[in-house]
Each structure stands twice: as C-alpha cells, then as structure tokens.
DNA sequence: TATGAATGAGCTTTCATTCAT
DNA sequence: GATGAATGAAAGCTCATTCAT
C-alpha cells in the first residue's frame, strides 16, 4: 500500500512541479525565476526537480505545454453541435473563447510568458499555433465562408485575416495583463460591445433606428 | 574647441547607452540581460554605466522613457487638421497609429518589455497609459461622440470601449512579436481589411452587392 | 557508514568556515577580507559559504560569538572553590584573566576587532559585555565587598569601578595588539608588578622597607 | 588678490581633506572609507585628492600623523614647572594625560584607527610610539625614579612598566571606544578612584582609618 | 526517488585610480 | 589646480546544475 501513496506520488510529482513552476514564472519571468522556489513551492527540494526535467528550459516549455493543452482541449471541444446559421455560430464561438483569452487567468498569464519569451523559444510559439491558434482560425475560416456563401454574412476580405474576429478578445487580454488589477473592467460588456461592434460595424445602418 | 568633444560626448552618452540598452533588453529581456554586454554595445564599459545611472532598474526605465516619448509626440502630433467627417478622420487616425503600433519595430518591441516587465514596473505601465494611451482614447472618442451627433457613425455603445478600434492593430503587433519574421503579413491589406471590418461590420448591409 | 562522512562533514564545516574566517578578519579587518580568500582557506568555495551563513556580516558576528563562547566559559568556570582571604582570591582571579585577555592570541585579537567594529556592530559589543565583561565585574565587585567588609581590603571607592583592576591586563593586551612581536614582553613580570601596584600602591607603605 | 585667496586656499586644502578624512575613516574604518565621501565632505571633487596625496594609503598615513601632533605637541608641553614632589607630579601629569588619551574624542578615536589598522601600518604604530608613548613614558619613568630616590615613592618595580600608569587611561578610553554613548561613565570620578587605587593600592595601609 | 551540500560561472555593483580637459 | 568622465579589477552574492548519499 505504501507502494500505492508512493506510486500515485510519483505520478503525480511533475504535475506538482508545472503547477509551481507556473505560478513562479508568471511572477517573476523566465530569467528570474529560481527553480529553488518552485520547488519549494512545490514541497520538494530543488535535486527532485532534475529527476523529472532535464533542466530549467525544459521545465518552462513543459510548464507551458501543461498549462496550454486545456487551451486547445477547450477551443476543439466546441462541438459543430449547433448546426444554427453563421452569425449564431460566431457570437457563441467567440462569446467561448473571450472566456478563454481574456476571462481564465492562466491562459491571460500564458498568453503573457509567450509574448515576454518570443524570441529564446520560438519553437514553442509554433507549437502553440500550430495546436491552438491555428485550429480556432481554421474554423473561423470555415464558418465565414459558409456564412459568405449562404448571403448570412457580408461578402468581405476578412476571410484573408479571420484573426481579426479574436482581436477584442486580444485587446481585453493584453489589458488585464498591463493593469492587473488596477483598472477593473466589465468583461460581459466589454464583450457585448465588441461583438456588436464586429457584427455590425461603425457606419450607420440604411434603416435602423438611432440610440444603442 | 576640444573641449566640445568631450562635453559633446558626455551629453551623447547616456542616448547611446540607452539604444545599446534597447538592443540588449529587446533580444533578453530584462533579468537576462547583461549590463556588460550593453556597455560593450555602447562601446563603453561597465563601471561607465553607474556612472550615468543609478542600476540595472533605471537603465530600463530611462530606456522605456526615451523609447516612448517619440510615440507620445507623434500620438499628439496628429493634428486636428483633417476636419472632415468623422468617419473619415477616424480612417486616417486609426492608419497613423497602425504605422506606429505595427509597423515601428521600436514601438513594437517596447510594447512586447512592457507586456513582459509589468509586474515588475507597474508604474511605468502607468505612466505609459497616461502619456499615450490616454490621449489616444481620448482622441478616439471625441471622434466618436462627434461622429454619432452628425449621425456620420452608427449609434452604439462603443463609447465604452474606444480602445476597440485599436484592437486590429495591436493584434497585428502582438502577431508579430510573436512570429518574428517567420510569418511575413501583408501589414497595408492587414489595415485594409480590419478598417473596413471596423466601419462596416460582417452583417450584410442592406442594399449592398455581394462581393467584396 | 558512509553517510556519516558526509554527515560529520556537514556539521563540521559551519565550524571550519569560521575557523577560517577569523584568520582572515583578524589579518585583514572585517572590510578588506574577501569570503573568496576565507573559502579557499577553509578549504571549500565562496558558494558553500552562503549555504550556511546568510551574508559576509553573519559570518563575523557568528565568528566573533563562536570565539567569544571560550572565554565566557573559562570566566565563569573559575570556581568559588578558594575560599581564602579576598586579596588570594583577587590575585587569582586576576592571573586568571591575565592569561585569558593578554595571552591567548585569539582573545586578544577578537579584542582588537571589536573594537575596530564596534561602530558597525553595537549589539555585538553589548552581547559581549553582558556575557563575558558583565559577570567578571560583577564577581570583581563581589570579591571587592567581601574583602572591605572582613577588612582584608583598604576602604575605597574602586567599588564604583571593578574594572580597574582589569586596567593593567588590557594594557598589555593593547601594547601586544600593536606592537605585535617587534616589541617582546615579559608577561609573567608584567603580571607581577602590575598586581602589586594594584594591591600595594605607589606610596610608601608605612613600616615598609626600600627596594623591591 | 585672488592670487592670495588661491594661494591661501591652496595652503588649505590638505588640511581641510585630512579633516573630511577623519571623520571619514573614524565612522567606516580605512577599507570601508571612500574617498568621493572625504572629497564630498571637503567640498571638493576625488581627483582633487590625487593631486595633494599619493593615494588612500598616504591619506590615511597624513591624517593620522596630522591628528597626532597635537598629541605629541600637548605631551611635551607640560613643562617640568611644577618642581613639586614625585606623587604631586605624577598625580597633575596623569590627570593630563587622563584628559588627552580619554577625553578627547579626537584621540580617543586616533586610538581606534591605529588599533585596527595596526597590522596594515605598523610603520605608523612605531612612529606614534616613538613620538607620543616614548617621551611619555620616559617622563613617567623619570618621575618615579627621582621620587623613589627621594622616598616619596614606595620602592617597587613599576620602574620596568611605567606604562601601567596610564592603564586606567586606556582602559577608559576602550570603554568609551566601545560602548560609544550606550553607557555613560563619569570620567571625574574615574581619574580620582584611579589616581587613588594607583597611589594607595588595595590592601589596608597600616594607621588609616575604615571608609573611603 | 529524493535530498541537499557543493560548485563555479556569472551577475550587479563598487571604487581606487587615471587623465584629458 | 581642479574636475569628472572613464576605467577595470575586484567583491558580494546568486543560482543552475551536479552528485554522493
């Protein structure tokens, strides 16, 4: 049985150290991050680390692939399930990801550990895109063009930069990460006013009434 | 007269040792980066530095400072010339600050150090807000307020959030902090495309031909 | 078995380090000494010197306590046993504390750095006092009323002042501190003649005869 | 005339940085002293102190001699006037040194230096017994040999360490070296109880009466 | 598996000293 | 005479990494 607590211990270390490693790089940074705190934090000493990583890099892309992978589960568990027209597939497709990119911390915190280190692991940036990023494009895309053709949505470029639907999202993010907490900000309408704003763009509409 | 070398060398030194700081701090990052390997960029050596400024910290800050000012300047200096439309005047601003924001690679480094360094200086994150966010929001809803009373711009709630228009622009930027060059991005179809996204929306607009 | 190896080494370092450092302190002074120079003496690296102590400052204070421990020990450890007439014992004691302050090189020389530190740590200075200085004067002072009581003991007023009679001993503590070995000193004479001046005075005894 | 105020200057300036260098050494010690800190306190720049000493070594070597004169000087001074008996003298010499070596704080604080410093200049420490503690002594030992002569001075062997005199002196002085302003001591009352313990010793003179 | 003592390269910072002006 | 910009050799301290136990 002691076995048992030792084996599900063991399973569980690497997990533990991410989780730690995590918390410590979105503080501090990569550089100056002690991998002597994440352990600590971690409850275990800094040697146990090198057992289950090769070393400090490593930590921090697995740190990153740990704390992603929920990302890319989330963003493809959107099932095509509501077969409703294009416009509805967007408004609840992106209402899904705001509450990914900006509303969960840790995505917003990943989001921030990708930008500051761009350019020490680019490989990583490509796997995130590949895995993640360009899924949620992919199915932008594909939603636009079924739209498109169905005269559901306007006949546009966009269909060249489907990123651009993600960029409010981005906008909120990229906020939360400079302000933290010292400039609060009413998501739901931030979201609301975004959606409204991509649908339907600035220009006035030939026959719908003035006011919001 | 050789008196002026050196009195035109002090004065030029700390601009000089900020670009190296730049550099440096733009391939590393703040904790990764050497004051050594910034003096030997500015030709220089170390003890020079702490000469110029008090530690590591105000390197980076005076940096961030001298790197902002021109994107402060230039912000404001769009002047109120252009008094046409609203929806024009908002096409030409939102395509200044797209050069700014995107298209300056000092602009967009700078913005990656803040991204990444927040925590770290939150002040200067304020004090970046103030100096240039600010007067742009503030700019960006004038515009609309005054568009919305003409009835030139639709009414709705982006009041709220004038920042949104901004939000094409720094989706582009943070594409490009992450992807380096490893993914070129057409940056005048980019704005094309966002601007017309902005001001007409993905609804098909009664009235209009299909077809981009 | 092997693990006591490292055990006994580990308990021993912390000891080893300090055994090295008051050699460098003492021949250098707290400021000059580089804790490169006590780690190579101690026979390890600078590194393993900030694994036990937390800065250079500790490792003098733990020094200096480690060092002082000895003699608050001896001092205390002169039993009561001789109850004989106060001036036997004052002579004893005396001769105690003569070997003590001025012949033991290492009391001598932690002498010389506190009071070359004494700026920089009081508290030192105090903790010494009240382990070491503290209970000698108080059992100067007892032996002192003791003798003036039973008359053993000229009636005077050294009572406000026990520590005089350490006077002679600190001198040639001092004297040693400075001249170091360019000027020899014959301790044993030294002692004698300074316990009889003490005891017997300058003037004339009457009913004394001339010549030593 | 500003020839004279520059000259007049210039003949200053040693003097007033050996000064600024006391204060300087006496609150860090020699290692931890900066010089900018002595130029700064001298209303000058660091170079400035290159051009009137050699380096920091030569500017410690001058302040201490610089703040010795007076010693000497005052040592001297006291002039064989009082042809008085061997014990007036001694009593009236003692009190004066008492004042030099315990009173003043510039002494007091010469002490210290040439304590802790004694290992890195002993060149110093042998001139300074040459000039100060030499004559000093030699004045003392003169003294006690004429009153012995005389009988006004107990026979006894102090001749061979006249310094032991001044042991209360010294004694007092490292009190005040250490304890700095903690534990205030009357130094009257000091030099009397001292001068008596010196004169009349410990043990009971025959014919006195009991009480101080 | 896990520990933690030990290493050593490297970092920020300091400061005596120099020297062109 | 005086300045102060510049140097460069440390020094204190940190920390990723190793490895005997």
């Keep these: ?43 275990i000493t800094k040697g146990t680390i090198y057992f289950y990583f090769e070393n400090k890099e490593q930590v921090f892309v697995a740190m990153v692939r740990e ?16 077969s409703s027209t294009a416009p509805e597939f967007l408004r609840a497709y992106l209402c899904y990801l705001y ?8 995505s917003r915190e990943i989001f921030r550990l990708l930008i500051a280190e761009a350019t020490r692991f680019p490989e990583l940036i490509d796997e995130h895109h590949q895995n993640f990023i360009g899924p949620v494009v992919k199915r932008l895309r594909q939603s636009l063009e079924d739209g498109t053709a169905k005269g559901e949505i306007r006949a546009s470029s966009i269909l060249e ?8 999202a981005l906008s909120l993010n990229i906020s939360m990460l400079l302000f933290s907490d010292r400039r609060p900000i009413d998501m739901e309408r931030h979201f609301e006013i975004a959606v409204d704003l991509l649908l339907n763009g600035l220009l006035p509409r030939p026959g719908e009434e003035a006011g919001p």
Tied chains: 1, 2, 3, 4.
């Design 67 to 82: 704390f992603s992978r929920p990302l890319h589960e989330q963003a493809e568990e959107f099932a095509t399930s509501s």
């Design 99 to 106: 509450r990914i990119l900006a509303t969960d911390p840790r």
């Design 161 to 168: 930069f489907p990123e651009l639907l993600l960029a409010p």
């Design 1 to 43: 049985m002691v076995e048992g607590v030792r084996a599900r211990r063991k399973a569980e270390r690497p997990g533990e150290i991410l989780e730690a490693a995590f918390e410590e790089f979105v503080q501090k940074g990569y550089s100056a991050t002690r991998l002597e705190d994440v352990a600590a934090r971690a409850g």
